[in-house]
Structures are given as C-alpha cells and as structure tokens.
C-alpha cells in the first residue's frame, strides 16, 4: 500500500513538473501575465452586461471569475475583452484573449473547423415563444393561426415542427432577432420566438409583464459553454473541471458563505471542507485548495445561476434544463468532492 501511494505521488510530481513545460502555454502565459483575459459578449442581462459603475457582471462573467480563482488565486484577476458574435472566434484564434464565455451555440463546425474546442455546456436553451397579452399560448397547439415574428432559422425550426403537428401560422420573417423584436414590440406580430434567454430579456423591459405569457416548451435545444483553443489540453482540462467544480459544488450542497454563520470566513472554509478529501490539483498545474478558492470566491453553480438570472436578480429565468440531473435538468458531473469515509465501529 505504502509503495503504492508512493508510486502515484511521485507520478503526480513528475507531471506538476511536465504541466509548467510546452504543453501548458495558455496557462503559462495566465500566470506569467497575472491575468485572465476572458471573451464575453456585452450588453446581454443576465450573462455578461456591466453596471452603472461599469463592473462586469453575470452568468459567464462568474464563471470567467471562477477561472481566475482557480488559476491565479483570486477572481478579480480577470479582464474582460467585450466582443461580437463576428469577432469572438477569431479573437479566440489569434490569441486575443484565453478564453470565450458567451452564448454561441455548440456546433460540429464551431467545435472542429477553427481550431477551438467547447469545453462543457454550462447552460441550456432553446427556441421559445413569447405571446402578447393579445394571445395566449401555453402549448404548440395554440400558435395555430397566430402571426409570429422570427428570423429564417427559427422559421425552419417551426415550420418542421408545425407540419407534424398540423399548426399553421402567418411568419412575419426578418433578419435578425433585433428586427423581430422591433417587430414585435411595433405589434406587426402577437408572438415573438427565438432563443429563449433573448424572450426573457425582451420581457425584463416590458410594462406588464405579467400580461405576457412565456410558454413553458420549447422546440429546439441549444448548448452553450466555455470556448477554449485546440491544442491545448491542459488548459481545456482546467476550464472544464471548473465547470465540474461549481456543479459538483452544488450537488453536494456546498455553498459559501454559510447563512446565519458566526464563525470568522477562514473557519467557515475549514468548516465547511472538513468533510471531504483535499483535491490534488498538480495533474493540471494548480495548487490543492483551487477549487475551494471557486467556492469561497464565486459560489456553486446554483448561487451563480441565482444571483444572476433568478428572481432576485429579475430575470426569473427558471432553472428547468439547468437543474442537476437529481432535480430534473440535464446537468451531470463526475464525482469531484469526495467526501472521507466515516470511521468504521469496533468490533
């Protein structure tokens, strides 16, 4: 047993020493700048927008943060390069920034046509429709005969799904999402449909908004997540576990900081630790306590998913899809907390 534990320490060691060398060099140059530069896209409430101090805020932005605790020791280190949906892959590409956190969906081409790699979906979407007070809408059925605003490729979508469930409708087709929900705000149309985390936006900035009515389905289902560069293997294992770390962190209920809790924050860390075994960090070139760093810095993915686009933060965007697995979403994670074995009784 002894030799065993010496054996896989030793190999630990020797790949700590391996991650510093050529095959970490998005991490090398994070560390050697002391910074972490991450893509978001801005002016997208709820994911990545700033305040009117100009702070960045949001869904990508804390996993960004999550990041830079992780790597650097400190979620703060991180500065975020504003980008469009037409620069950001290139941005990613020529090495403008270490990473990108925004909605672009998933895609084989995305993933394996320009020398990146999405790392994980860190949250679920899809097409949804948003009705007017004119009209009410809770399943597909009833958008039959309604006129509805949307750009060719949620046409496409509708138009597939209507044909087999026998619902016609009058298209109001533009170009953009912008443009339909000009459209739609103009009252050329009694629905809007796209992405459904746009619907919510759209609906943040109505009066009334319990006029409108959001149905509950949804007709397509997209993944978004952190981008990072091919090639790069260690750095897209580190994104990734950080992306495990903030879920796993949830569905082992560790949360920080503790509610109603006297103890001083060190204390509450030690706390609320205590229970598992340390998580060796060396395979990717980091220290032990990274991800209690995520944890104590930024949150699970729970808090971050409630400070951002829950009710306190006035989207109200249901969790649903972005549920763990045990709580009816589509989220999985390898075991990451493991927690020590309880002392066996005596004989």
Known sequence: ?????????TSLALLSINVQGVLAYTLAAVQARDKLLCGVEPGVP???DTDEDGVWQGFHVD????VGAAVLGDATKV????????????????????????????????????????????FYDGQGFLASPARDVEAIEDLDGARICL??????????????????????????????????????CSVLSGPRYRLY?????????????????????????PIVRQNDD??????????????????????????????????????????FIPIQGA??????????????????????YDRNLGEKAGMAIARDLNNLWNKGGLHTVPPLFRRVPAPQASP
């Open 283 to 304: 395979t990717v070139g980091l220290d032990d306590q990274w991800a209690m760093r995520i944890i104590r810095e930024v949150g699970n993915y729970g808090q971050i």
């Open 46 to 48: 709820g994911f990545s």
């Open 151 to 188: 750009t060719p490729a949620m046409d496409a979508n509708l138009r597939r799904i209507g044909e087999s469930r026998d619902v016609s409708y009058k298209p109001v087709i533009v170009d953009t999402f912008a443009d339909s929900r000009a459209a739609f705000l103009e009252g050329r």
């Open 63 to 66: 996993f960004c943060r999550a």
């Open 1 to 9: 047993m002894v030799k065993c534990l010496v054996i896989i320490f």
């Open 234 to 275: 260690l750095w897209f294992s580190i994104v990734r576990w950080v992306l495990f770390a903030i879920l796993d962190g949830e569905q082992q209920d560790i949360s920080f900081p503790q509610e109603g809790g006297d103890a001083e924050p060190d204390e509450q860390m030690d706390a609320l630790f205590a229970p």
């Open 201 to 225: 936006e759209v609906l943040l900035a109505l009066d009334g908004t319990e006029l409108y009515t959001m149905m509950p389905d949804i007709i397509s289902m997209e993944n978004y997540g």
């Open 79 to 122: 500065t975020f390069v504003a980008l469009t949906r037409d620069t950001c892959l290139s941005a990613l590409q020529t090495g403008s920034v270490d990473m990108l956190a925004l909605n672009i969906a998933w895609s084989m081409v995305r993933d394996t046509a320009f020398g990146l790699r999405f790392v994980g979906a860190s």
